[in-house]
């Protein structure tokens, strides 16, 4: 179940390559080797060196590591599902976006957008991609938790490589399969009635949240019931103890219409937490072609995904998403599997920022992806933001011209500015090498 569309990010490529690959001056190589096999390269290939570095090492699946952590939270809440967390990045566009009903010109099919090992290999961009897999191999219930990749900026809460938790649950749509989930509906209600949480919802169907066409409509109101009190449950077990919720001050949750192209009905979920509402995940009743897709036409059910990251700086009060990715035994030492601790910031080093301008060749765009990409791949995670701070067209030449904030910052370490003026050189050859601007 992909994230809520709040957090796809608002790319506005249509699938052509970027200007980094097609320029001509740089010589791609014929190959490139991906978790130990090598595979052919052509013009879609986008895949950086820094982001194979990261496929193998699978931070959900490290003890004490709070990924690891929340992950094992979120499965011990749901037993009797198979747990899954083993299973390749590496899919093809018909699995990631085909075989879920993409449309041809969604954004996230662009090279902008996503990673390609070639044309017809991608790095997945949601557990979604498996999901077609795993339910034609017969699991009913099931939770999926795996690292996903999608080009993004470079800031304190964004990364391209995060983490998603993926669950699902089909029954026969019949009548033994609706008595299963009428009996779970008050098993589950039971439970909430009896717990510290206010919950705010929304109809189970609308004229703008319908049923879908091959369902039947009182088989779908009860398959989202069943959505909303498993996941009303889920949110109890992972944030009410958090907020040390009471009858007097219960834990909040509130359900929200949305539109997926993947569910209908479709829904966000939020939960008040330190004094805001937390946009947390999004979920719905499965589209019936995925289930036609993965030979299971006879039966209906839901899906909901969230990400780990998002939920573990807030519940561990991590201030940098870069800090999952630290080797650096203060970060680490401080948690162990199964707890959840408030992170104590160890250091906080000195800023150094240098500016990046220049001038595009004429009748060429540079996305802001490629740009945050190069500089990834030479200073890592030295990196804290980069921001366009000016885009300029000049009145008379029409010429554009950009200009980078970069901000240099470790978080282990003092960075000394002939360090970040190293980098920076770096960057700006880089830059003039591969897209052939001109340095203002």
Not at 57 to 63: D, E, F, G, I, M
Not at 196 to 220: F, G, R, Y
Not at 224 to 229: E, G, P, Q, S, V
Request: glycine letters at 4%.
């Amino acid at each position: 179940m992909r994230l809520p569309s709040s957090l796809w990010r608002n790319i506005h490529g249509r699938g052509v390559p970027s200007r980094y690959l097609a320029n001509t001056a740089v010589q791609r190589p014929c190959h490139v080797t991906v978790l130990g096999e090598e595979y052919p390269t052509d013009h879609m290939t986008n895949i950086s060196p820094t982001i194979v570095s990261k496929l193998p090492l699978k931070l959900h699946t490290q003890p004490s590591h709070p990924l690891s952590t929340l992950r094992a939270l979120i499965e011990s809440h749901f037993p009797s599902y198979a747990h899954l967390s083993s299973l390749s990045p590496l899919v093809t566009p018909y699995q990631n976006f085909d075989l879920l009903s993409f449309p041809a010109d969604h954004p996230g099919r662009s090279v902008t957008d996503s990673y390609y090992v070639n044309k017809d290999l991608m790095l997945r961009t949601h557990t979604s991609a498996h999901e077609v897999e795993v339910f034609g191999q017969g699991e009913t219930k099931w939770l999926l938790t795996a690292d996903v990749y999608r080009r993004d900026e470079i800031d304190g809460s964004h990364y391209p490589v995060f983490h998603q938790t993926e669950g699902a649950r089909i029954v026969s749509a019949n009548s033994a399969g609706m008595k299963e989930i009428e009996e779970d509906n008050e098993r589950l209600a039971v439970h909430l009635d009896r717990s510290s949480i206010e919950i705010e919802d929304v109809p189970h169907l609308s004229p703008i949240n319908p049923c879908q066409p091959a369902h039947d409509p009182k088989h779908t109101e009860l398959i989202a019931k069943n959505l909303k009190l498993s996941l009303n449950s889920l949110m109890l077990h992972l944030f009410a103890g958090r907020v040390g919720a009471t009858a007097q001050n219960p834990l909040k949750v509130r359900w929200i219409e949305a539109t997926f192209p993947w569910t209908t009905p479709s829904f966000e979920v939020e939960v008040f937490f330190r004094g805001k509402w937390l946009e947390i995940l999004g979920c719905g009743v499965i589209y019936q072609p995925t289930l036609d897709n993965a030979n299971v036409s006879d039966k209906l059910g839901w899906a909901f995904g969230l990400g780990l990251e998002r939920i573990a700086m807030v519940l561990y009060s991590i201030p940098d998403i870069r800090l999952f990715w630290s080797q650096d035994p203060r970060f680490l030492s401080q948690f162990k599997q199964g707890e959840i601790t408030t992170f104590k910031p160890y250091s906080k080093y000195p800023a150094c920022f240098k500016d990046v301008s220049f001038w595009l060749p004429e009748g060429q765009t540079l996305h802001e992806n490629d740009f945050c990409d190069l500089v990834r791949d030479i200073a890592g995670d030295v990196v804290e933001d980069v921001k366009l701070i000016d885009n300029f067209t000049h009145p008379k030449t029409n010429r554009k011209s950009l200009c980078y904030r970069i901000n240099y910052r470790s978080m282990d370490r003092s960075l000394s500015n002939d360090e970040a003026n190293s980098l920076n050189t770096q960057v700006v050859s880089c830059l003039r090498d591969r897209f052939r601007v001109e340095i203002r």
